[in-house]
């Protein structure tokens, strides 16, 4: 309905730059020259009360000096004068700024109280405020380049955001040398008020961009920056270099920014959570971007080499399993029209390679039968110059195969001089063309990531993943005494408790204080049994030789408990020692010892960890992590990117291991992340897992007493599950029943048929034209729904045999003031005057009171009747739209309500 807040920073009319200077060497001259020599179309006005002109041009002592207010302030004044000049914004209703200045935080503690001082003001008025520490903004399609970058960018669809100036600078230069357009240059600084998730959401609408880069050191709000990055890549796919990978790397970030770089394997999992792709290598990022550009559809991972040299495959195949690629089987087919078309003594197989003296017409037509196989996703056509072979030739005969191809065709020319105008052809063309093989298959890697990512965006998982009902009641009692005894550890016995609440098998088990009652436990339970040393001060027991297996009989069961005992006072001379659990010794042929667990990482919040377990599990270091929530396909792909994975299936005479057991046992540890956020770490190590299922030989659980439960949204979380509490039957005025939920990613098909089915007059009231934007990207971008910010309900009718037609929708969207949603409603034509508008609208308000919205608001067409009477009837207020000529404004104001 209205702009987007950050409209005056990146698309302004008029800029002001404060710090104007004619001083040959300085931050204020360098930024005017460059406002200068970039042709920005607005006003520029020159601020600095040390000059009256600067060249021809006016120069003001203040921002309340200019004729009016301006969209943009650019400051490179020093840091000490910022506070004031924010002062100024203010008075002088100036719409954002941009603050170049250094000084702040990087320069230690009383750098940070100015920082601090500045944003706060900046956030008490509204006020955009980029910075400070950065190098500026570019937006070439305006002609503005506010920073001190050394090369200018030419307009184009890639949006760059860096957290490093030198970084942001030196990308922009690369982009300058190899011809690459940029939409927006975005140098976020120290990120004081304005951090990715800001910019992130602006890039998300904004016609200009079509792709994003991302450099990123640490990231400060993790539910923010995942939930707007999880909505962009929804839209426009995201290519994203994060230092850190290693220690030292993240160190120097931490230094850099003071952001968290947070454990990078969790980062990683974050990327695939929201369809975004990762490159390790500064000069990855626009070869990924080219890459994605090139896509028609998102791909798979089977690569087929076309190549007139031998040398270039065996290149680009070894290239392939780094890049996280597979050469791909031709089929039979396949092979018998290659052998149609080839000479004889070609390769017979991937690579295909045709001999160095192979034609354009040989290319050609080996590409096509490459990409026509279905058991391939991507086709890489490598070029080696030779004497016997034309390079533009070749080039000319390939162009428009490659363009016409339903799947990505990549183009390698080996060398430069002979090849480089045939390069040059190809990106002419759009038709994606490297230097190297490896440079070329490396990129296909990229592309095949991010179209694995983008299949995992898609998934949607509920808070409760399993059928398995959990027992709130022990698990809150279990809480409670621990806090009360001033404890962050649970027992084994606790940890073993809320394991087998929460719906995990665990070995029979009891406590034993004395020797005697480890005797009487143990003929209770049924020998063999095992001893284990009970004090809330041990982790790990066996570093105080704490445990005792496959324990026979009475006498056995004492002697290892006086053992155990004797073994913790002396190792652990101030530990507490409570006795001994006596448990049941599980003893299963066939089994994997594997390790499942859940920690909080300081960004991100739960992560899940399955790998390897056992004792050496720190040393064998085989472990994947997973954002909760998961369902069953999240948590299959989370057991496949570990080694172990490949022994859970059967091999010689060990029969498979029971995955569904696995996968249950992983989906309660989700359940457990969503619900409870007091568990901050659980750990089974080992999880034993056989062909009979999985059983927890070892549990411990550090609680957070600070997060009793967990709120209405989810916010301990970085990704909101679908709200499954939403979820409701009602009826129609006449009697109809129809189910009420959330849309969901997989409703696609549903929800054209819904839009297909719509008269024009329905058209024409929802969406103020004749027309609407049913495209499948529309569709997408309609189901696949960020819970955390908006929400579509759906009204469905359900057949007796299951099938569902929607026959209406509601939804808000969330505006960059987070208390305030924009909603809409269409119901579908034959549905219309049944009350299905009214059930629609209702539980939308309900829901967005629950999640802290106190304002809706939504466009109403002034002879849309129906509409404005259901309006009124729910008690919106009214008003003529003024910047929509013949529309009503219809607003709620909902009561407010603390989340609980």
């Known amino acids: 309905m209205h702009g987007h807040p950050l409209d005056p920073l990146l698309s302004p009319a008029s800029v002001a730059l404060i710090g104007a200077s004619e001083r040959a060497g300085s931050v204020g001259s360098a930024v005017l020259a460059n406002l200068r020599a970039g042709g920005f179309r607005g006003t520029l006005f020159l601020v600095n009360p040390k000059y009256d002109r600067i060249g021809d041009a006016r120069c003001y002592a203040s921002l309340e000096q200019l004729p009016g207010p301006v969209d943009l302030a650019v400051v490179v004044a020093p840091a000490a004068q910022v506070p004031g000049i924010v002062a100024q914004a203010v008075r002088s209703k100036t719409r954002s700024l941009a603050v170049i200045s250094a000084g702040f935080g990087e320069t230690g503690e009383a750098g940070r109280a100015l920082e601090r001082e500045v944003a706060a003001a900046a956030r008490a008025a509204n006020l955009p405020l980029l910075g400070p520490n950065g190098i500026g903004l570019l937006r070439p399609s305006i002609g503005l380049n506010a920073s001190f970058a050394r090369t200018s960018a030419s307009p184009g669809g890639i949006a760059l955001v860096s957290q490093s100036g030198a970084i942001c600078a030196s990308l922009v230069d690369w982009a300058a040398a190899v011809g690459l357009g940029l939409s927006s240059v975005v140098s976020l600084g120290a990120a004081a008020c304005l951090d990715f998730g800001d910019v992130l959401d602006y890039l998300r609408v904004d016609p200009q961009t079509h792709s994003v880069l991302l450099y990123v050191e640490g990231v400060k709000q993790g539910r923010t920056f995942v939930s707007a990055l999880r909505a962009l890549a929804r839209a426009k796919p995201v290519v994203v270099l994060k230092v850190g990978r290693h220690a030292t790397g993240a160190r120097a970030a ?61 290149l680009a195949a070894d290239a392939a399993p780094d890049a996280g690629l597979v050469l791909a089987t031709l089929s039979p087919e396949s092979l018998t029209g290659l052998d149609a078309v080839l000479p004889a003594h070609w390769s017979h197989g991937n690579p295909v390679d045709m001999i160095g003296d192979a034609t354009g017409e040989r290319f050609a037509r080996a590409v096509r039968i490459a990409f026509e196989d279905p058991g391939v996703d991507a086709v890489l056509a490598a070029y080696s110059p030779a004497a016997v072979s034309d390079a533009n030739e070749v080039a000319e005969k390939l162009i428009p195969v490659a363009r016409a191809a339903a799947k990505p065709v990549f183009t390698a020319w080996l060398g430069e001089a002979g090849v480089r105008e045939a390069r040059a052809a190809c990106e002419r063309a759009g038709v994606a063309a490297f230097p190297v093989a490896e440079i070329a298959v490396e990129a296909l890697g990229v592309a095949a990531r991010w179209s694995e990512n983008q299949r995992l965006l898609l998934e949607a998982p509920p808070p409760a993943s399993t059928f398995h009902r959990p027992e709130h009641a022990p698990s809150a009692a279990i809480f409670k005494h621990a806090v009360a005894e001033g404890r962050t550890t649970l027992t084994e016995v606790e940890s073993k408790a809320l394991l087998a609440a929460w719906g995990i098998p665990v070995p029979a088990l009891a406590v034993a204080a004395t020797r005697e009652q480890a005797v009487e436990h143990a003929g209770r339970i049924g020998y063999p049994v095992a001893l284990k040393i009970l004090s809330p001060d041990i982790s790990h027991k066996s570093d105080v030789d704490g445990v005792r297996l496959s324990l026979p009989d009475a006498q056995s069961v004492g002697a290892a408990f006086d053992a155990i005992v004797a073994n913790a006072k002396r190792l652990k001379p101030q530990a507490r020692i409570e006795g001994a659990v006596v448990q049941q010794m599980v003893t299963r042929r066939n089994t994997r010892e594997v390790l499942l667990g859940l920690s909080t990482d300081p960004v991100f919040g739960p992560v899940i960890t399955f790998g390897a377990g056992g004792v050496a599990v720190e040393l064998v270091r085989d472990t994947a992590v997973a954002l909760p929530p998961l369902n069953a396909r999240l948590a299959r792909e989370l057991v496949a990117r570990t080694r172990v994975a490949k022994l859970l299936g059967a091999y010689r005479n060990v029969p498979a291991a029971n995955e569904a057991a696995l996968i249950n046992a992983l989906l309660c540890v989700s359940d457990i992340a969503c619900e409870l956020p007091w568990v901050a770490e659980l750990d089974m190590n080992p999880l034993l897992l056989d062909d009979g299922g999985v059983i927890a030989l070892d549990a411990r659980v550090v609680i957070d007493p600070a997060r009793p439960a967990r709120d209405a949204r989810w916010s301990h979380l970085a990704i909101h599950p679908y709200p499954t509490q939403l979820e409701a039957v009602a009826a129609t005025r006449d009697g109809h029943p129809v189910h009420l939920r959330p849309i969901r990613p997989e409703d696609a098909v549903l929800e054209a048929d819904f839009l297909n089915g719509l008269s024009s007059q329905t058209r024409y009231r929802r969406f103020l034209s004749a027309s609407h934007q049913d495209s499948p990207q529309a569709i997408a971008r309609f189901t696949q729904v960020d819970y955390d910010r908006d929400l579509a309900l759906v009204a469905v009718d359900r057949a007796p045999d299951g099938a569902e037609t929607i026959v209406g929708v509601a939804r808000y969207v969330r505006e960059p003031d987070p208390r305030a949603a924009e909603f809409a409603l269409v119901v579908a034509d034959r549905w219309q005057g049944r009350g299905v508008g009214t059930l629609l609208m209702a539980a939308l308000e309900a829901a967005a009171l629950q999640s802290g919205i106190a304002n809706l608001a939504g466009i109403v067409l002034a002879n849309n009747e129906p509409m404005l009477t259901l309006m009124r009837s729910r008690g919106y ?24």
């Open 254 to 314: 931490r230094s850099h920014t003071g952001a968290l770089s947070g454990n990078d394997a969790v980062f990683d999992a974050v990327l695939r959570r929201c369809g975004a792709v990762r490159v390790n290598a500064y000069h990855q990022l626009f070869a990924a971007a080219k890459a994605l550009a090139a896509l028609p559809d998102p791909i798979g991972n089977r690569l087929a080499v076309v190549t007139n040299g031998g040398g270039a495959g065996a």
């Open 877 to 900: 207020r009214l008003c003529e739209n003024r910047e929509e000529p013949a529309t009503i404004e219809a607003s709620l104001s909902l009561p407010r309500k603390e989340i609980p």
